[in-house]
């Protein structure tokens, strides 16, 4: 393995906590953060205990590093089985691993990104901070269902709901993404009470303009404590000096309209988001700190936004392929839209009959419209013609609706007029006899 890599941390109890419920992980290869959570003293316990698993219990693998998660599961379980005070206890754990290519080639070198709960990892590359990590968390979920602005969610009252926790149950589900590491990256692992107090973009600023990790990790606490510190925060920032030649071979890689690949080879954030399921049990020991190593990277950029892990950069062939979609797309729609509104049919409002534009019943999200009523009843109609009407009877045409309302009209005038014509019949006196007849 030829990638190298720097580091640095910070970690603060806040203005408003009495007590630093998170622990973190340096330990080169891995990397983690833990934020612990349920009672007194159960939230400490629960973050130290996962942490000290998966240092002993994690390898620089992704089946390795999903593993450490499970036995910090385990280990979390364990102890508050022993410990009745500290039933319901639970924690967040995200962490990192550098992984070693197959063949000790630099080019097979990749970072494996592992998560449970609301703690994040995110990427500084080039000019985007992307959030890799998904949080299992109840506005987490609103977020991605759209109902929730990130902003929103930040001030949400149910911000602290974890759906998903390391040390509750022992059918832990771990997130694992891989991410193809590259001079100048810059992995941030944090606790909630930097992004809850901090916008992506201010994160992103200290982390462009602070070169030191250490440094910009210690701004990083400072600032979300000068912003209010509700809650404890820490900060691991894991950077990469030296990717062995991977970039250097990756341009030299590419062909002459050779966008496309490096978007695929520099965006390398990702894409194999994967779920696992747990088991095992794991020991414990002190948390863990080694110190920082390797000269800096210098010359780091960086902007806004968090995002969803992957990035790429836009070609004409991808413009060219999504132009192509959305016009099948569009074409599609089209075609539906006009098939819901093209007809017309002679149905019911409120009792009366009535034209409509668009199909009985509607077509998807399309409703048909009222046309017009025609003052006609539908108890005024013929019985034999008032379920039909009442489905919906479809016509070609506007006038075909119109003549359809006028026979139904003629019906009901013959009707009404033969239904009268026999009460006359029955009920009138018969007529008094001419004058002059026998
Ligand atoms: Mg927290």
């Keep these: ?125 080039d000019d985007d901070l992307l959030q890799i990590t998904r949080d299992h968390s109840l506005v987490g979920d609103l977020v991605e269902e759209g109902r929730l602005t990130r902003e929103q969610a930040r001030h949400h009252p149910q911000k602290n709901i974890v759906t998903r926790v390391v040390g509750h149950e022992a059918g832990l589900e771990v ?136 990035r790429s950069r836009i070609t004409w062939r991808v413009v060219a392929f999504l132009t192509a979609v959305a016009l099948v797309l569009g074409g599609a729609a089209a075609t539906v839209v006009w098939y819901a509104r093209a007809g017309w049919f002679v149905g019911v409002d409120g009792g009366d009959v009535a034209i409509f534009q668009g199909r009985p019943g509607g077509v998807l999200w399309f409703d048909p419209s009222l046309e017009r009523r025609t003052g006609l009843g539908i108890d005024d109609l013929p019985p034999a013609r008032r379920a039909a009407v009442r489905e919906g009877k479809e016509q070609p045409s506007l006038a075909a609706a119109e003549r359809y309302v006028d026979n139904l009209r003629d019906q009901a005038e013959q009707e009404r007029r033969a239904t009268t014509t026999t009460t006359t019949t029955t009920t009138a006196p018969p007529p008094p006899p001419p004058p002059g007849s026998p």
């Design 175 to 310: 997130d694992t993404w891989e991410v193809i590491p590259f001079t100048g990256d810059r992995f941030l692992l944090c606790s909630d009470g930097l992004f809850d107090e901090l916008e992506d973009e201010r994160i992103a600023a200290v982390l462009r303009s602070v070169d030191d990790p250490e440094r910009a990790a210690g701004e990083l606490v400072d600032l979300a404590n000068d912003a209010g510190g509700h809650d404890n925060t820490t900060v691991v920032i894991v950077d990469v000096v030296d990717d062995g030649g991977r970039s250097a071979h990756a341009s030299a890689a590419l062909p002459a309209d050779g966008d496309q690949v490096t978007g695929a080879a520099r965006a390398g954030t990702a894409a194999t988001a994967g779920a696992v399921r747990a088991g095992a049990a794991a020991p414990e020991g002190p948390a863990e700190s080694d110190r920082p190593s390797g000269p800096g990277d210098g010359d780091r950029r960086s902007s806004d936004a968090g995002a969803r892990p992957v």
């Design 1 to 125: 393995m030829t990638t190298r890599l720097r580091w640095g941390s910070a970690t603060d109890v806040g203005r408003v906590r009495s007590q630093n419920q998170d622990a973190y992980l340096e330990a080169d290869p891995i990397f983690a953060v833990a934020d612990g959570m349920g009672g007194a003293a159960g939230g400490d316990v629960a973050a130290r205990v996962a942490i000290q698993a998966l240092r002993a219990a994690a390898e620089p693998s992704e089946e390795g590093l999903i593993e450490g998660v499970r036995r910090a599961n385990q280990a979390v379980m364990a102890r508050a089985d022993d410990d009745p005070s500290l039933r319901g206890m639970g924690t967040t754990l995200s962490a990192i691993a550098l992984v070693p290519g197959d063949d000790g080639d630099a080019d097979g070198d990749r970072v494996v990104v592992a998560n449970v709960g609301d703690s994040r990892v995110y990427l500084l590359r």
